[in-house]
């Protein structure tokens, strides 16, 4: 079965001058406003492969626009129009314009459950990030309750997971608070409507801005690239979760003994579409529509 949509794996557009190139987005400005274009690159092991996920970059944008109004109420967004007249068809459905915001220079994470570095942690000092938790945990356990852990932005590699103390001394005491706050509130609002569609948000982590004098929610939100979505009807704690993201890819990568250095290989057909269709399948669970 060969794959439906060529990967898109870069964007050029010269009628705007490009303002970055992440892993996976092009941003483009123009004045006041960005164009935050979402490709179809993944990365693994903090390097881009040479083989992109058709249609992922589609799924990641229209997810983060699913939510911003989903959860508009509890905090205003830096969204403005995803109208692409103009744009090359190509950009349609995978892009957003937005508000310049400030951003803070802090990853906004949320736990529910104990997994990934949060698990890590835990087994060798019985907290996460500082904050003690119950002894005998097993590995996808539900915590007593959300916690909020702050990490570093990292242009390369990991983000390093840091303190509360160490966010407030970062962002000001203030601001840490209130973005805490707003952290877990999105989570907690986010997890029960999940759940509702089968889907445990084990994890996510969002990025906060400020505009026009105002927190604002941006940049993607509750994606699969964001977040650990694990299948309700199939979650048993004491192990690791079958998810929505790139179980695929990370488990092709491993099988082949890829020493994680560059150059990054590429991926096998049928890998690739796996993996676009679980993105996919994320989407129409959550959205209960499929991907247009």
């Known amino acids: ?93 995978r892009s957003m314009w937005v508000r310049r915001a400030e951003m803070f220079p802090i990853e906004c994470v949320a736990r529910g459950y104990l997994a990934g570095s949060g698990w890590k942690d835990y087994q060798s000092t019985g907290a996460v990030c500082g904050i003690p938790l119950p002894a005998g945990l097993r590995e996808s356990d539900a915590l007593p309750s959300p916690i909020f852990t702050p990490a570093t932005k990292a242009q390369t590699g990991h983000d390093e997971n840091i303190s509360f103390e160490e966010a407030s001394r970062i962002v000001g005491a203030e601001s840490a608070a209130r973005l805490r706050d707003l952290t877990l509130e999105l989570y907690k609002r986010a997890a029960e409507y999940a759940r509702s569609r089968g889907i445990i948000i084990a994890d996510t982590k969002f990025e906060f801005g400020a505009a026009d004098g105002q927190v604002v929610l941006a ?42 250095q560059p150059p990054a290989p590429g991926l096998p057909e049928d890998v690739a579409r796996r993996t676009s269709e679980k993105y996919k399948e994320a989407y129409r669970a959550l959205t209960g529509r499929a991907l247009s």
């Not at 050029?12 to 004045?31: C, I, M, N, T, W």
């Not at 994606?223 to 299948?231: C, E, H, K, V």
Request: no cysteine; aromatic share 12%.
């Open 219 to 260: 940049d993607e939100v509750l994606t699969p690239d964001s977040s650990r979505f694990w299948p309700a009807d199939q979650y048993q704690p004491g192990r690791a979760q079958p998810s929505y993201d790139k179980q695929y890819v990370r488990d092709y990568l491993e099988s082949i003994h890829w020493n994680k």
């Open 1 to 93: 079965m060969g794959l439906i949509n060529t990967p898109v794996l870069g964007t050029e557009l010269s009628r705007y001058h490009r303002f970055a190139r992440g892993k996976v987005r092009d941003v483009y400005e123009d004045g006041s406003r960005l164009l935050i274009v979402a490709t179809d690159r993944i990365s693994a092991f903090d390097f881009i492969l040479a083989t992109g996920i058709p249609d992922k970059g589609r799924v990641l944008t229209q997810m983060t626009l699913f939510w911003l109004d989903f959860l508009r109420e509890i905090v205003p967004n830096h969204f403005l129009s995803a109208e692409t007249n103009g744009l090359p068809p190509e950009f349609a459905g």
